[in-house]
C-alpha cells in the first residue's frame, strides 16, 4: 500500500468511516480540527499543519470523481459498442481497404480507457466509410427501372390441401358475415377443397366485391379482439420482512418477558428484588373459503356470445376452459383482497349473517385492528400532530429523536410503517427544510440521521394517517398448509358448475410491551412497539344483528346497521362505548330500517337519524355511557355550493374565492362588471342576496347576457367564460 493510501485509510477511520468509504467528504469544522490535529501527530496543528484536512478532503474527492467519471466512460464506451454490434476485441485480419488492424488494439481483457477510445474511434470511421458506400449504391439503384413480374398461376392439388371445416352457408360454420359462401372467395376455398377449381381465375374484383371486402374486413376487426382485458388493478403487496408462520390451525402464542431492577448498592443484608413478569401474545388465525358456481344456461349461453372465439368448446355443457379462465381471475381477485384484509380486516361473526355471503374485510382482523387491540392495554401510544403534507417531516423526525427511548431507537433494524403517503410527505418536507425543490424520491428508504430505521411504506395505510416503530421481526403471517389459498375443489352436477375451497390467514405480534407491576401504570421503557395515536378503520364496518336496539361497539367503532333487521328499529342506546372515542354508523338497508332516537343517551343536534342505505352519523363517547352527535351525512341530499358573500357595493368579484358568489344589500345602485383571475369554460353563480339597491349586471362590456339582469333576493345568474366574456346560460 503505498502512502497516500496509507494515509487515506487513516483519517477515514479516524472519522468513524470504512478505509473503502466512497463518497465524496463533506467535513464540519469539529471533524476538521480533529484530523489537524491526527496529522500533527496529536499535538495542536501549527502552520500548514492547520490546512491538512481541507487539502486532504480536496485530493479525495477529486479522487472520488476521477473513479466516477472513468466508470462513466467506460459505461459510454461498452454501450457505444452494444448499440453498433462492434466485437470489444476483434479478431486480427483485413478490413475492406485491405489493411491489417493496428496493433495497438490489445484484448478486451488488458484494454484501458484510452485504448478502448482509440479502437471506438476506429471502427466508428471504418463504419462512416461503409455507410457512405451504402449511400452511394442507393443512388445509383434509383435510377434502374423497376422489373415487373407477372402473376404467378397456382395450380392446386385438392390431395395437399388441409380440410377446411365449414357448413352449408359459411366457412367454419362461424355464421359470420364475413365467413359467408355468398363471398365468391370463401366460395373458391370450399371448391377449391373439393378439387374443382383452379385459384388462378378466381374473384373479379369489381367495386361491388371490393366494398364487401372492406366492410368484411371491418366486421372481422371489430367482433375479433384478440385478448379479454382484465380490469383487476392490484397494486398492493405484503410486506417482505415479514415472515410467515405455517401449520397453526387456530392460535399462535409469543411469551415476552420484562425484567424490573435488579441491582444495587452493597448492603449487609440479602435484599432481593429479581421481579419479572411473562406477558402473552395469543395470536388468531382466522378460516376463510371461497364459494362460486355456474348455472348450465349460463354455460350455454356462451356459445351464441362473442365469447365463443376465445373458449370455442362446441356444444358440451361444462366449458371446461371457460371455467378454468374464469377462476383464475377470481384467484387473482382473492389474493388482492387477502393483501388488502391482512391489513385492514375486522372480523365478524359469521352467525350474524348465516345465509349471507359476507364482505371480505369481515373475514379477518388485519393488522390494524390487531393494534387497535392492544393500544392503551399493552403499550401507549404517542399524542402526535394530525401527519399533514406540511409538518410531517418535522413531526417525524421529532418524534424519532425525542420521543422514542434512546435505547429503542439505536437499535438495529427498525422498521416505520405508514402509507405511502405519509412517506411522500416526508420526503418532499425534508427536501424542503433544506431549501431543495421538493422533488418525492421514492428510494429515501431510510429516517434522516437513523440509517438503522427504515421505511415500510404501504399502500394499504394510505389515508389513514397511522405510523408505527417496531422491530422487523416483530410482525408476519399465520397459515395452516403453504399454498392452500390457492387450491379450490370444482364439481360437476346437474350440468352447473360449482367450485370451493377454504384456507387460513392470520397476522401474528411478537410483543407490544409491558410492565413489571401489571396494575402500574404503562409507560414507553418497556416498548418495543410504538405509534401514534388516530382514529384508525372507520371505513371498515361490521354488521350487527337483527333489530339491535342497544347495539354494541365493545368489538369495533364502525357499524353497519340494517341489512338483518325484519322490522323497523328504533335506536335508544350504545352498549359498551369509551369515553373520548368516536364511533361510526351507517345504513345498510332500503327496508326495516333503524332510526337513531335523540333522547338522553344519545344526544342529537338536528334531532332523529334514519339510517337508511349510505347514511351516515359519527357520535362522540361521553362520561357516563353517553354519545353526542359529531357529524351526519345523508346520502340522499345533493352537496350545496360554497357560496361566497361579496362585500357591499361590490362590483367585481375573484374567482380565486370560489364559483358563486352571493350579493348584500347595497348602499347605492351598484353595478356588477367582472369576475377577476376567471378560468376559461368554467360556470360562475350570481345570486341576489336583497332587494336594497339590488346589484344589476348589463349586457355588455365583460358579460354577454339575453338582456339586463337585477340580482334581487333569490334571482340567480349563470354564466361561462369563454377567454374574454361571461356568456349567459341561464337565469332564474
Not at 248 to 261: H, P, R
Not at 297 to 309: D, G, Y
Not at 576 to 591: C, R
Request: net charge negative; charged share 25%.
Amino acid at each position: 500500500m503505498n502512502k497516500w493510501n496509507l494515509i487515506k485509510a487513516s483519517i477515514l477511520v479516524a472519522l468513524g468511516l470504512k478505509a473503502d468509504h466512497g463518497t465524496k467528504l463533506d467535513l464540519s469544522a469539529e471533524e476538521k480540527t480533529k484530523v489537524n490535529k491526527l496529522a500533527s501527530g496529536g499535538k495542536e496543528p501549527e502552520g500548514d499543519m492547520a490546512k491538512f484536512a481541507d487539502v486532504f478532503a480536496e485530493k479525495f474527492n477529486k479522487e472520488i470523481e476521477a473513479v466516477a467519471d472513468n466508470a462513466n466512460a467506460q459505461k459510454i464506451y461498452e454501450d457505444f459498442l452494444a448499440e453498433h454490434k462492434i466485437d470489444a476485441a476483434p479478431k486480427a485480419g483485413k478490413d475492406d481497404d485491405g489493411n491489417v488492424p493496428d496493433a495497438i488494439v490489445p484484448d478486451t481483457d488488458a484494454k484501458t480507457l484510452t485504448q478502448a477510445m482509440q479502437q471506438l474511434v476506429k471502427t466508428n470511421a471504418s463504419l462512416t466509410k461503409k455507410n457512405q458506400k451504402l449511400a452511394a449504391d442507393n443512388e445509383k439503384l434509383k435510377d434502374l427501372p423497376e422489373e415487373d413480374v407477372p402473376e404467378a398461376i397456382i395450380e392446386v392439388n385438392p390431395n395437399n390441401l388441409k380440410a377446411v371445416k365449414h357448413s352449408k352457408t359459411h366457412l367454419f360454420a362461424s355464421n359470420a358475415s364475413y365467413d359467408s359462401l355468398e363471398r365468391p372467395w370463401n366460395k373458391n376455398v370450399v371448391d377449391a377443397q373439393a378439387g374443382i377449381l383452379k385459384p388462378s381465375a378466381a374473384t373479379t374484383w369489381d367495386k361491388i366485391n371490393i366494398d364487401k371486402l372492406n366492410t368484411d374486413l371491418g366486421a372481422y376487426a371489430r367482433r375479433n379482439s384478440n385478448e379479454i382485458m382484465d380490469l383487476l388493478m392490484d397494486g398492493y403487496d405484503i410486506p417482505e420482512h415479514w415472515s410467515v408462520v405455517s401449520n397453526i390451525q387456530d392460535q399462535y402464542v409469543f411469551t415476552s418477558i420484562v425484567s424490573g431492577q435488579i441491582t444495587q448498592a452493597f448492603k449487609k443484608a440479602f435484599l432481593p428484588k429479581n421481579n419479572q413478569r411473562f406477558i402473552p401474545v395469543v395470536n388468531k388465525i382466522f378460516d376463510k373459503q371461497i364459494d362460486g358456481e355456474w348455472q348450465a344456461s349460463e354455460l350455454k349461453s356462451i356459445e351464441k356470445s362473442w365469447l365463443n372465439m376465445f373458449f370455442n368448446e362446441g356444444s358440451t355443457p361444462y366449458k371446461d376452459s371457460f371455467a378454468k379462465y374464469l377462476i383464475e381471475r377470481l384467484l387473482r381477485q382473492a389474493r388482492k383482497e387477502d393483501k388488502i384484509s391482512i391489513f385492514k380486516g375486522v372480523y365478524s361473526n359469521p352467525d350474524l349473517q348465516p345465509t349471507v355471503a359476507g364482505d371480505y374485510l369481515n373475514s379477518m382482523d388485519g393488522y390494524l385492528k390487531i393494534v387497535s387491540k392492544h393500544i392503551n392495554v399493552d403499550y401507549l401510544p404517542h399524542n402526535l400532530a394530525e401527519l399533514t403534507p406540511i409538518n410531517t417531516y418535522d413531526t417525524i423526525q421529532d418524534w424519532i429523536e425525542n420521543k422514542i427511548p434512546i435505547d429503542f431507537r439505536n437499535m438495529p433494524g427498525l422498521k416505520l410503517t405508514c402509507g405511502n403517503d405519509v412517506h411522500r410527505w416526508y420526503v418532499e418536507g425534508r427536501e424542503t427544510s433544506k431549501g431543495l425543490m421538493p422533488t418525492y424520491k421514492e428510494d429515501s428508504l431510510h429516517v434522516e440521521d437513523f440509517m438503522n430505521i427504515t421505511f415500510d411504506k404501504r399502500p394499504q395505510l394510505e389515508g389513514s394517517g397511522f405510523i408505527a416503530l417496531t422491530l422487523e421481526d416483530n410482525t408476519g403471517l399465520m397459515v395452516d398448509v403453504p399454498g392452500e389459498e390457492s387450491l379450490l375443489v370444482v364439481e360437476k352436477k346437474d350440468r352447473g358448475i360449482r367450485f370451493f375451497g377454504d384456507w387460513k390467514l392470520g397476522v401474528f405480534f411478537k410483543a407490544f410491551g409491558g410492565a413489571v407491576d401489571p396494575t402500574a401504570p404503562l409507560n414507553f421503557d418497556n416498548q418495543i412497539f410504538f405509534s401514534n395515536n388516530v382514529d384508525v378503520l372507520t371505513d371498515v364496518y361490521v354488521p350487527v344483528s337483527a333489530n339491535d336496539a342497544t347495539p354494541s361497539v365493545s368489538e369495533h367503532n364502525a357499524l353497519k346497521i340494517g341489512a338483518n333487521n325484519t322490522s323497523a328499529t328504533d335506536i335508544t342506546k350504545l352498549d359498551d362505548v369509551v369515553e373520548g372515542v368516536t364511533y361510526h354508523l351507517i345504513g345498510d338497508a332500503s327496508t326495516n330500517l333503524s332510526t337513531v332516537k335523540n333522547n338522553a343517551n344519545i344526544i342529537l343536534s338536528d334531532g332523529d337519524f334514519v339510517l337508511a342505505k349510505g347514511n351516515k352519523i359519527s357520535l362522540l363517547a361521553l362520561a357516563g355511557g353517553k354519545v353526542i352527535e359529531f357529524s351526519r351525512t345523508d346520502a340522499s341530499s345533493v352537496p350545496q355550493p360554497t357560496k361566497v358573500v361579496l362585500a357591499a357595493d361590490a362590483t367585481t368579484a375573484d374567482a380565486a374565492d370560489g364559483n358563486y358568489f352571493i350579493t348584500q344589500a347595497n348602499t347605492v345602485a351598484t353595478s356588477f362588471t367582472n369576475i377577476d383571475n376567471a378560468i376559461v369554460n368554467e360556470i360562475y353563480t350570481l345570486e341576489g342576496g336583497s332587494a336594497t339597491n339590488a346589484t344589476t349586471v348589463a349586457s355588455g362590456g365583460n358579460f354577454l347576457l339575453s338582456a339586463s339582469f337585477t340580482a334581487t333576493a333569490g334571482a340567480i345568474l349563470k354564466v361561462k367564460y369563454n377567454g374574454s366574456k361571461f356568456v349567459e346560460i341561464s337565469r332564474a
